[in-house]
């Protein structure tokens, strides 16, 4: 019987110091006399990984003998960011640390920009998976992530001449500490082949003979709670040659194309997919699906199997989340290995699947639901092509059953599209399997209710709900903003916040203390201060941290409406060179940052960038205005650009076209940090209004139902001569790129200004009008900013998990003792 045991890492300074130096020498192989800032960082990190592993043991082992149902998180994407920082952090060993690096000459900030960010994911649904670790973790609860390990993450974003252009992100050229290679934790993945119908024991049976097998490895990249022991394992697969791949042309001699052709298996894993609006039915990126979710199955299967002989109590056990549809495959590969491999019968297997599987969905439109060609999906998967007609045949009876021949109803609910390109819908599949299926907002589940899945919402409403996003604390307040983290400690007595997002409503006693308000506004100028000082890093420009920063930093897209935010720029501009010189002095200094990448097909999102700097650079070098207006934007924005932004924006957008955004989570870490919100009312937007209140924030624009009304009485009903104006300044060539403009300009114009920027123009401007009248008065301001923060404690992704955890997986904690 073993014991468990506080670990055998001790943390004063003197053994910490040791341990750093042990590392550099031994690890990284430099001499413990002489290393420089980098080798530092990796001595440091290694040392940090060692009492990430030691808990992430105990946590196994303690897991492994309770044998609680486990939440097993499937998702293709995770924006981790950085991990030194926050692991620190959530271990307590944060200042013991810095004082050991402080006695060997080094500081721990400075080594912590060493550190590259891990960037396996595009945007908003990958950041939120990263947030949901970090809560399911800090929570005690029993789950694991499930992902892919791509050699090359998000492109890099370099801007020329004012267009991006995008560079690999190689982001293992330096080694990552934050992993475990696990050699021996690996699987055969299958693709292709054909499927042969045989008589076993008198039953028929399906065996599919593959045609090429590829290997599939674990590096495994330990989550730590905060303020507990509990460190749970966020596993990611690596494509390997299989020993099984091409044996037969070693055999017949050709040895060196047999090589070549092996390594061809680790293009699977080799690069995360760019684009975050439509599916395109790419082979690789279904390849990459099936790979991850295969691999997954098998080690949460094996895992079961360890305590149990049969089946039966699965569903007690094992709750797997798909993370919109891109893993869907799940459903089909469960059903294969109960029946081809473990031989249950369909109703049997059907009983476990229809009760292990919840969804959520994080896209608005149509075009974002993933659908797979037919014979794509039968060459590289034939069996589970067949496993998907079952499911869709039995479906398609139910329905008639329950409707009768309504064949609309049908093959708008079939998970099968008949036409020219016969495809699967991956969403039409999910929603016939989960048992839940949840929206990310409560605005965004009545759009799904009402558009997207109404029928399927008609036929089964007790599968639908929502659980409205949420972020965590720990990372984009306590990491990412000590001097607030600190100052809020302070004021509420306590640091239980951490773990208790509530308690900031205590804020709210003190939002009109003069001196709270006098900290505050310190604090929200040493972040400002430290914000120019990047900004004049990265681009050479000096801003003055007196200026009210108002920022719009997320992916570019047509419907988030950074070409909204630009022609307000544009419009502002104009206002000041036309204003006579006595009524500057009223005119409140404003900076305007804008940062985000724009998928590599994209051209319009990608002339908005170029906009940007063609705007910028007449603002910038307009002697007229000095500093009452300057345009920035933010090269490469990933997410330690993001922590770094976030708590010295004065002023953040969240302008999407309503209806549009599914939730959006950048507005709630603004939020947090203080930092006054101007928005439409869209995705979680309207749940922040109620917590926080109209009179804290800026809100304009046409709501859900006006957008919808417009789009039917047809556009450009209420266009505004100003808004006429500054498209005509762009289309006339007054920031240069007449031509190349011109495709950008006609989106806006009249009838096809499908997001609406026109009529909602006048109004955004008002809302601008009010937040410069508003930062006039300092005291006000302020107060609004701690009041934004104080109300804030509902948007904290431990919230969000709690709710899934009861209500969709039904876990519970399960906290190793320490
Ligand atoms: C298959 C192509 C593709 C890939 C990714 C389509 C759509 C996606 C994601 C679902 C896009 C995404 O990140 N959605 C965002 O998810 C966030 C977390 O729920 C929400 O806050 C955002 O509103 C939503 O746009």
Not at 741 to 770: H, I, M, P, R
């Amino acid at each position: 019987m073993f014991q468990l045991m506080d670990g055998f890492m001790t943390n004063d300074p003197m053994s910490l110091q040791k341990d750093i130096l042990d590392h550099v020498e031994y690890t990284v192989a430099r001499s413990r006399f002489n290393f420089d800032d980098f080798e530092a960082y990796q001595g440091l990190s290694h040392s940090v990984r060692d009492r990430l592993i030691e808990r992430w043991h105990d946590t196994h082992q303690y897991l492994k003998r309770k044998d609680p149902k486990r939440l097993y998180f499937l998702s293709l994407e995770f924006l981790m960011g950085r991990s030194l920082s926050n692991s620190v952090i959530n271990l307590g060993v944060r200042d013991q640390y810095a004082d050991a690096l402080n006695q060997l000459g080094f500081e721990f900030e400075v080594l912590a920009e060493q550190e590259g960010d891990a960037a396996l994911g595009n945007g908003g649904l990958a950041r939120l998976s990263a947030c949901q670790m970090d809560s399911l973790a800090t929570m005690d609860f029993p789950a694991w992530g499930y992902g892919l390990r791509y050699q090359y993450g998000l492109f890099r974003q370099v801007i020329l001449d004012g267009f991006q252009h995008e560079q690999p992100d190689y982001w293992l050229n330096f080694g990552n500490p934050w992993e475990i290679e696990r050699v021996h934790v690996s699987y055969p993945v299958k693709f292709y082949g054909a499927v042969e119908e045989k008589v076993l024991e008198g039953k028929k049976c399906h065996v599919w003979v593959p045609g090429e097998t590829v290997e599939a490895v674990a590096y495994d990249n330990p989550i730590p709670g905060y303020g507990t022991r509990n460190t749970i394992n966020l596993r990611l697969w690596a494509a390997k040659p299989s020993d099984q791949q091409d044996m037969e042309a070693f055999n017949t001699g050709d040895y060196i194309n047999a090589v070549i052709n092996r390594q061809r298996a680790e293009t699977i894993s080799s690069l995360l997919y760019p684009d975050d609006r439509s599916y395109q039915g790419k082979e690789l990126r279904l390849k990459q699906q099936y790979f991850f979710v295969s691999a997954s199955l098998q080690d949460i299967i094996r895992r079961f199997k360890d305590s149990h002989s049969n089946f039966d109590d699965f569903p007690e056990k094992v709750a797997l989340q798909l993370n919109d549809t891109h893993p869907s495959l799940a459903i089909p590969e469960v059903m294969r290995v109960l029946i081809d491999e473990e031989y249950l019968d369909w109703e049997k297997a059907w009983g476990i699947v229809s009760k292990i599987f919840s969804l959520t969905i994080h896209a608005v439109n149509p075009e974002g639901l993933e659908k797979v060609p037919v014979d794509l999906l039968g060459s590289l998967l034939p069996r589970h092509l067949q496993i998907i007609y079952q499911i869709n045949f039995l479906f398609m009876e139910e329905l008639k059953k329950h409707y009768g021949l309504d064949y609309n109803r049908l093959s708008r609910m079939s998970i099968v599209e008949e036409g020219a390109v016969k495809n699967i819908r991956m969403a039409n599949l999910s929603l016939v399997c989960c048992h839940t299926v949840d929206g990310v907002s409560r605005l965004h589940l009545a759009t799904l209710k009402t558009r997207v899945f109404k029928d399927f919402h008609e036929f089964w409403p007790q599968k639908f709900q929502y659980k409205t996003n949420g972020v965590t604390q720990r990372r984009w307040i306590v990491v990412s903003n000590p001097p607030l983290s600190g100052l809020i400690s302070r004021w509420l007595g306590t640091d239980a916040w951490i773990r208790d997002m509530d308690l900031l409503l205590g804020l709210r006693d003190h939002a009109e203390d003069a001196s709270l308000q006098e900290e505050w506004m310190m604090v929200r100028k040493v972040n400002k201060i430290r914000l120019s000082e990047f900004i004049e890093a990265m681009i050479g420009m000096k801003v003055s941290p007196d200026a009210m920063f108002d920022v719009q930093i997320k992916r570019i897209h047509e419907y988030k409406r950074q070409l909204l935010n630009i022609l307000g720029i544009i419009h502002r501009y104009d206002c000041i060179k036309n204003m006579k010189e006595s009524d500057k002095e009223k005119v409140v200094p404003r900076v305007c940052i804008i940062g985000g990448k724009a998928a590599p097909g994209y051209e319009i999102a990608k002339k908005i960038i170029k906009l940007c700097h063609a705007v910028g650079e007449k603002i910038n070098n307009d002697s007229d205005i000095g500093d009452l207006l300057k345009l920035v934007f933010i090269p490469d924005y990933n997410v330690s650009v993001a922590e770094l932004v976030i708590p010295g924006s004065d002023l953040s957008q969240h302008i999407s076209t309503a209806g549009h955004e599914a939730s959006g989570t950048g507005s709630m870490k603004f939020l947090m940090n203080g930092c006054l919100l101007l928005a439409t009312a869209d995705g979680s937007t309207v749940e922040i209004i109620e917590e926080i209140g109209n009179e804290n924030m800026f809100i304009f624009g046409a709501n859900v139902q006006e957008v919808t009304n417009l789009r039917q009485n047809g556009l450009g009903v209420k266009k505004s001569l100003q808004f006429a104006r500054v498209v005509r300044m762009v289309r006339e060539g007054y920031f240069g790129f007449k031509d190349y403009f011109k495709s950008l300009c006609d989106t806006v114009e009249d009838s096809s200004d499908f997001y609406l920027l026109g009529n909602d123009f006048e109004s955004y401007l008002e809302a601008q009008a009010e937040a410069d009248k508003a930062f006039v008065d300092q005291k006000k301001w302020t107060k609004m900013s701690i009041l934004s923060t104080a109300g804030s404690g509902r948007f904290s992704s431990d919230r969000t998990i709690r709710d899934y955890a009861q209500n969709t997986w039904g876990i519970e904690p399960c906290k190793c003792p320490s």
